[in-house]
C-alpha cells in the first residue's frame, strides 16, 4: 500500500511540474517581460537603496591641550592627496564662502610646509658650506704640515676635468722638473675626485707634493675686499656679465691665495725651464712701447709675491671696486696693468715690487706663437731657431703659450715647443706627450 502511494505522490508531483511549465510556456511574451521587469525592480530597490542611522554624539573625554595636539599631529601627517579630498568633501557641503575659506587654510599650510623646506635647506646648505669650509682649511693645512714645501705653487683649473689634457700635465711635469722639493695646490672643484686623483697619481707616484681641492670661496675671501664683492654676486645684486664667471672667479683666486699664503701662481699654459726661487714680489711685462722701451702691458699668467704683498690688496681692491663681467681682459691682465700704471704715476709709492721684461715669460706674442710649433724648412729657418732656444735658455724663466691661440696647433718636430719640452721633462720615456711628439711629422 505504502509503495503504491508513493508511486501516486511522484506521478502527481511530475504532472504538477508539467502543468506549470506548460502555463508559464503558454503565457504572452509581454505578460512574460512584465514579470521579468518587476523582479528587476525589486532587486534594483534591494541593491542600492540604503539609510544612515543616526549617530549619537560622543563626549570627548580628552582635555583641550590634548585636542591641540591631535589636531596639529592630523593637520602636519595628511598626505598631499588626503588634502585635496578633505577639500573636495567641505566644498560640496559648506559652500562657496566655506571654499574660500578651506583654499586660504590649504594655503597657508602649503606656506608653512614650504618655509619649513626652506629653512631645512638652509640649514643643510650652511652645514655643508661649513664642512666645505673645513675641508679646504684642514687639507691645506695638513698638507703644508706635513710637506716640506721649498716654494708653494698655486694653480686653479675651472673646467671640466675631461678637458684637462697632455698641455695642462705638461706644465706640471715643467715645474717638478725644475722645483722637486716644492709643494702644488691645485685649486679646483672638477679635480677634487678619484679621477683627480688617478690623473696626478704619476706624480704622487714619483714622491711629489700635489694636492687637488675644491676652493672654499667664503673662507678664501674672508677679511678682504674680495668678501663683499662674492656675497653680492651670490645676493645677485651684482652682475656676472657675459663673461664666463669662472674665469673671472680665477682672476681672482690666484690673487686672494697669494694674499693669504704667498708663493707662485701659474697658469696651466705655461712651460717652466728654470727654477723660479730666486724671483720675489715680482710680475711680468706682456709688451713694451716700442718708442720708449717702457712696458705697456702686464699679465697675470705668472704672478709671485710674499704673504700679505700690499700690491697683492690694491689688485683685489680694485677687482671689487670695478668688476665688469663684460669685457675681456677687465679684471685680469688689465686690471693689474692699470693698478701699477697708477703706481708708477705717484713717486711716493713704493710698494717693493718688480716688472720683469717679456722675456721673463712672455717671450713670444700670442699674434706670433704659431713660429714656436712649427720646424723649420730651410737654414735660414733652422739658424734663427737655434739663436732663438739660445737667447730663451739664458733669458727666460717661463713661456706662456697663449692656450687660446695654440691649443689647437700641432706640435712638430723639431720645433721651438718640442725642443723646449724635451728639455723641460720628467716622465720623458713614458708620458703619453712625448710619445706623441715621436711620431708628429
Not at 58 to 75: C, E, G, N, R
Not at 99 to 120: A, M, P
Not at 255 to 262: E, I, K
Not at 329 to 341: D, K, Q, T
Request: a positive charge; aromatic letters at 10%; hydrophobic letters at 40%.
Amino acid at each position: 500500500m505504502e509503495q503504491s502511494k508513493r508511486t501516486e505522490q511522484v506521478v502527481l508531483s511530475q504532472r504538477l511540474k508539467r502543468l506549470i511549465v506548460s502555463f508559464v510556456c503558454c503565457l504572452p511574451m509581454s505578460l512574460l517581460g512584465l514579470l521579468l521587469m518587476l523582479l528587476l525592480l525589486y532587486n534594483s530597490f534591494s541593491v542600492f537603496s540604503f539609510h544612515l542611522d543616526t549617530i549619537p554624539p560622543v563626549k570627548s573625554t580628552l582635555s583641550p591641550t590634548q585636542h591641540q595636539i591631535l589636531h596639529h599631529h592630523a593637520s602636519t601627517s595628511l598626505s598631499e592627496s588626503d588634502s585635496s579630498l578633505l577639500l573636495v568633501v567641505k566644498e560640496t557641503s559648506l559652500g562657496l564662502v566655506q571654499r574660500q575659506n578651506d583654499s586660504s587654510t590649504r594655503l597657508e599650510r602649503r606656506k608653512r610646509r614650504f618655509k619649513r623646506r626652506i629653512d631645512s635647506t638652509s640649514a643643510i646648505i650652511q652645514h655643508l658650506q661649513v664642512k666645505l669650509r673645513q675641508r679646504f682649511k684642514t687639507r691645506v693645512k695638513s698638507f703644508l704640515s706635513k710637506s716640506s714645501c721649498e716654494s708653494l705653487f698655486f694653480m686653479t683649473w675651472i673646467s671640466s676635468i675631461e678637458s684637462f689634457g697632455d698641455r695642462e700635465r705638461f706644465t706640471i711635469e715643467s715645474l717638478f722638473k725644475f722645483h722637486p722639493n716644492s709643494c702644488l695646490i691645485l685649486v679646483s672643484n672638477s679635480f677634487d675626485c678619484d679621477r683627480g686623483t688617478l690623473i696626478l697619481k704619476p706624480f704622487i707616484d714619483k714622491g711629489l707634493k700635489v694636492l687637488p681641492v675644491k676652493p672654499d670661496f667664503a673662507y678664501i675671501f674672508k677679511d678682504t675686499s674680495a668678501e663683499k664683492w662674492f656675497e653680492r654676486l651670490k645676493k645677485g645684486t651684482l652682475s656676472p656679465g657675459g663673461i664666463p664667471l669662472e674665469q673671472n672667479l680665477s682672476n681672482l683666486l690666484r690673487l686672494v691665495l697669494l694674499y693669504r699664503y704667498g708663493g707662485i701662481y701659474l697658469d696651466t699654459d705655461v712651460i717652466i725651464l728654470k727654477p723660479l726661487t730666486d724671483l720675489h714680489n715680482v710680475i711680468g711685462a706682456q709688451a713694451v712701447d716700442a718708442v720708449t722701451r717702457k712696458w705697456s702691458r702686464l699679465n697675470n699668467a705668472v704672478l709671485i709675491f710674499d704673504k700679505n704683498h700690499p700690491l697683492l690688496k690694491r689688485f683685489i681692491d680694485e677687482f671689487s671696486r670695478t668688476f665688469n663681467g663684460n669685457k675681456w681682459g677687465h679684471n685680469g691682465p688689465y686690471l693689474v696693468s692699470r693698478v701699477i700704471a697708477r703706481i708708477n704715476n705717484s713717486p711716493s709709492s713704493d710698494l717693493g715690487f718688480s716688472v720683469l721684461p717679456p722675456s721673463a715669460f712672455y717671450p713670444v706674442d700670442w699674434n706670433r706663437i704659431k713660429g714656436f710649433y712649427r720646424a723649420p724648412t730651410n737654414e735660414t729657418e733652422a739658424n734663427w731657431l737655434w739663436k732663438r732656444l739660445a737667447h730663451l735658455r739664458k733669458n727666460t724663466f717661463a713661456v706662456h703659450l697663449w692656450n687660446r691661440e695654440s691649443k689647437k696647433l700641432r706640435i712638430e718636430k723639431g720645433s721651438i715647443i718640442h725642443q723646449l719640452m724635451s728639455h723641460s721633462c720628467i716622465f720623458c720615456n713614458s708620458s703619453s706627450l712625448h710619445f706623441k711628439l715621436k711620431h708628429v711629422k
